[in-house]
C-alpha cells in the first residue's frame, strides 16, 4: 500500500486511498495531524510529534521545530549533545508517520507520496526523498503542495478548460498556483510563491502588539521574549483567537509577573498590512505566467490553516470578486490530495482517468558571456528551461566558445530568475573539451532534462568534434553520500524509541511540565500533584490504573490548559 504524507512545517499527516476515497489516519493520541516536531527526553530518549511540542517549550534545546524550512540547506540542529541534519529530523517525523499508517493498516508500508511545496527549489527536493530514504521509504513520488490540493478539491472532475487559483497559506510557507484541468489532465499552468511566508509571521506580528501594549517591557526583554516559546505560545494563542472573535487577551508570566494585553482584530489586521502586501506578489506573478485575469478563474481554493483567519478570506474575496472555496479542511486539504495522488500511483480502479502535470517552479539555464557593441560581457543567465513549463520537460541550446583555441567549455549550472548568473542558485558544472579553433566556431549542443521528480539530466554534445558528457545534477553542499546515508540510519536506529503505547503518557506529562512552568502559586502546586498521582499510577504497571489514571490526568490538565492543540 502507498501512502501519501504532508510533511509540513508545523504538522505532517498521512493518508491512503481506500475504498475509492482518501482516508486519513490517525496517529497514537488519536489526531489526524501530528507536529513536526522532534525532542529527546532527559534519558535520551526520542520522542517526536505531539509531546515534542510540549517538549519545546519546557526545554527548547532538547527540541527541534519548523526543521523544514532548513530543508536543502547545510544546517544543523542540535538536541542536547547530539547534531541532527534537517532531513534527518524529517525522517524521524515520516518514521512516526509510518508507523501510524502500519498500525492503521495492519501492514508494513514501504512506499510514500510526499508534497512539497510547489517552490522548493531542486536541493530541497533531494532533501525530502532523503528524509523519506532515511525513514524507510521508497518515495515514489514528490507532489507539489497545490496540485495535491487541486485533487483533494476533485478539479479533474470538472468541465475541460476549468482553471482554479490554489492559494495556500501553512505554518511557514506560502504557495500560489494556477491549476488547469483538460481532457483528464490536470495541469499546474503556474506557481509562484514564498518560501520564508507563513501563519508564524503572523504569530509573530501578535507578539509584537503584546510588547507594544506592555508598557514596562523593555527593549532588552522584548528580545529575551521574542526566544521564548511562552511568549510565541500566547501569541499564537491569541492569533487563533481573534480568527474566531474580535478581541481576545493575550496573557503572559514573565520573571513571575502575570502580563496581560486586550488586543482587538482590527489591530492585529492593521499591523498586519505588510504581511497582506507580501501576499499579493506571488498571486499576481503566477496570474501573470498563466496569462490569465482574476475574473476568468473558476475557482479560487484556500489551504492551510493560516487561512482560517478573516482577513485572508476578506483580502481574496476583494481581490477575486467571488468566495473561495473552503470546504475541506484547510489543515487536510493536501494530505487528502496526496493519499489521492498515492491511490493514481497504485492504479486505483477508481482513479484511472486522472493524468497530472506538474511544471518546473524555476527557470533552469546556464552562465553566459555575450558580446555587446563589441564588449564581452559575462555573468549573464541564460535560461534552458523557463519557470513554469509543465514537466518533464527536455529544452536544447547551442552555445560558442569565446575564445581562440579555447580547449573546454565549462557550463555552470544554475536555477532562478535573475539575469545575473551568479545571483542564481549553483545546481553543478559540467566540463566538456572541445577541438581547438577560431573563437565562435567551436559550439556544443547542450540538453537539459527535467522530470516529475525533480532530477535535472543535463547532457552536452559538441558539435565539431562529437565530444559528449553528462551529469545528474546532484548539490554536493547538501547530499548525502551512500557511507553518510548509511551513518545517518544507523544513527536514527540508535536513537531509543519510547513505545507507540507509551506516546500520550509521554506527551500527557511534558504537558503537565510546560503548564507548571507556564503557572504561578497554588496552581503549580495543584498540577504537580497531579504529577505524582499519575507517576505513581504509572510505577503501578497495571495497565487498568494507568488507564483510569490517565483519562483523569487529562481531563484535570483540559480543565486549565486552553492552548493545548498546538
Ligand atoms: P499548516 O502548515 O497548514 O498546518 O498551517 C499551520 C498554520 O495555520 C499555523 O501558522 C497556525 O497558526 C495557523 N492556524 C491554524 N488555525 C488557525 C486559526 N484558527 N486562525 C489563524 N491561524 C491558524
Not at 440 to 467: E, I, M, W
Amino acid at each position: 500500500m502507498i501512502v501519501g504524507i504532508d510533511l509540513g512545517t508545523t504538522n505532517s499527516l498521512v493518508g491512503v486511498f481506500k475504498d475509492g476515497a482518501p482516508q486519513l489516519i490517525r496517529n497514537a493520541h488519536g489526531d489526524f495531524s501530528t507536529p513536526s516536531a522532534v525532542a529527546l527526553d532527559d534519558q535520551g530518549q526520542l520522542i517526536v510529534g505531539l509531546a515534542a511540542r510540549e517538549r519545546a517549550a519546557t526545554h527548547p534545546d532538547m527540541a527541534a521545530q519548523a526543521f523544514k524550512r532548513f530543508m536543502g540547506t547545510d544546517r544543523r540542529l542540535r538536541l542536547g549533545k547530539r547534531e541532527f541534519r534537517p532531513e534527518e529530523l524529517s525522517a524521524l517525523v515520516l518514521q512516526s508517520l509510518k508507523a501510524d499508517a502500519e498500525a492503521f493498516l495492519g501492514e508494513t508500508v514501504t512506499e510514500a507520496v510526499i508534497t512539497v511545496p510547489a517552490y522548493f527549489n531542486d536541493a530541497q527536493r533531494r532533501a525530502t526523498r532523503m528524509a523519506g530514504q532515511l525513514a524507510g521509504l521508497k518515495v515514489e513520488r514528490l507532489l507539489n503542495e497545490p496540485t495535491a490540493a487541486g485533487l483533494a478539491y476533485g478539479l479533474q472532475e470538472r468541465q475541460n478548460n476549468s482553471t482554479f487559483l490554489v492559494f495556500d497559506l501553512g505554518g511557514g510557507t506560502f504557495d500560489v498556483s494556477v491549476l488547469e484541468y483538460f481532457e483528464g489532465v490536470v495541469e499546474v499552468r503556474a506557481s509562484a510563491g514564498d518560501m520564508r511566508l507563513g501563519g508564524e509571521d503572523f504569530a509573530q506580528v501578535m507578539g509584537q502588539l503584546f510588547c507594544d501594549a506592555c508598557p514596562d517591557i523593555t527593549s532588552a526583554t522584548r528580545e529575551q521574549l521574542s526566544r521564548s516559546t511562552h511568549w510565541w505560545r500566547a501569541a499564537e494563542l491569541a492569533k487563533r483567537e481573534l480568527s474566531d472573535r474580535e478581541s481576545t487577551r493575550m496573557q503572559l508570566v514573565l520573571d513571575n509577573r502575570a502580563l496581560s494585553a486586550d488586543i482587538t482584530r482590527d489591530a492585529f489586521e492593521k499591523a498586519s498590512a505588510e504581511l497582506l502586501h507580501r501576499l499579493r506578489r506571488p498571486i499576481e506573478r503566477a496570474l501573470h505566467d498563466a496569462q490569465l485575469q482574476p475574473a476568468s478563474l473558476d475557482e479560487v481554493v484556500l489551504v492551510g490553516g493560516a487561512t482560517r483567519m478573516p482577513m485572508i478570506r476578506q483580502m481574496i474575496t476583494r481581490l477575486f470578486q467571488r468566495l473561495p472555496l473552503r470546504t475541506i479542511d484547510p489543515d487536510q486539504a493536501i494530505a487528502q490530495g496526496a493519499a489521492v495522488q498515492a491511490g493514481l500511483k497504485a492504479r486505483d480502479a477508481a482513479l484511472d482517468e486522472v493524468v497530472l502535470t506538474d511544471v518546473m517552479p524555476f527557470s533552469l539555464g546556464i552562465i553566459v558571456s555575450q558580446e555587446v557593441n563589441g564588449t564581452r560581457i559575462g555573468d549573464r543567465f541564460s535560461p534552458l528551461i523557463e519557470r513554469n513549463t509543465p514537466v518533464p520537460v527536455s529544452r536544447s541550446g547551442v552555445y560558442s566558445t569565446v575564445s581562440d583555441n579555447q580547449t573546454f567549455i565549462k557550463l555552470d549550472i544554475r536555477q532562478g530568475e535573475s539575469p545575473v548568473g551568479s545571483e542564481n542558485l549553483k545546481l553543478g558544472e559540467l566540463e566538456i573539451a572541445v577541438p581547438p579553433a577560431k573563437a565562435g566556431q567551436a559550439s556544443v549542443d547542450v540538453r537539459f532534462t527535467y522530470d516529475a521528480n525533480g532530477l535535472l539530466d543535463v547532457d552536452v554534445r559538441d558539435l565539431l568534434g562529437g565530444n559528449q558528457a553528462n551529469t545528474l545534477i546532484r548539490n554536493t553542499d547538501t547530499n548525502m553520500s551512500d557511507a553518510q546515508m548509511a551513518e545517518a540510519v544507523a544513527k536514527l536506529q540508535g536513537l531509543k524509541r519510547h513505545p507507540r503505547d507509551d506516546a500520550d503518557n509521554v506527551y500527557l506529562l511534558a504537558r503537565a511540565k510546560r503548564l507548571y512552568e507556564d503557572r504561578l502559586g497554588a496552581e503549580r502546586q495543584v498540577i504537580q500533584d497531579w504529577m505524582a498521582q499519575f507517576s505513581s499510577a504509572l510505577e503501578t504497571q497495571d495497565p487498568r490504573v494507568i488507564r483510569q489514571a490517565r483519562s483523569a490526568f487529562k481531563e484535570a490538565l483540559d480543565s486549565i490548559d486552553t492552548s493545548f492543540r498546538f
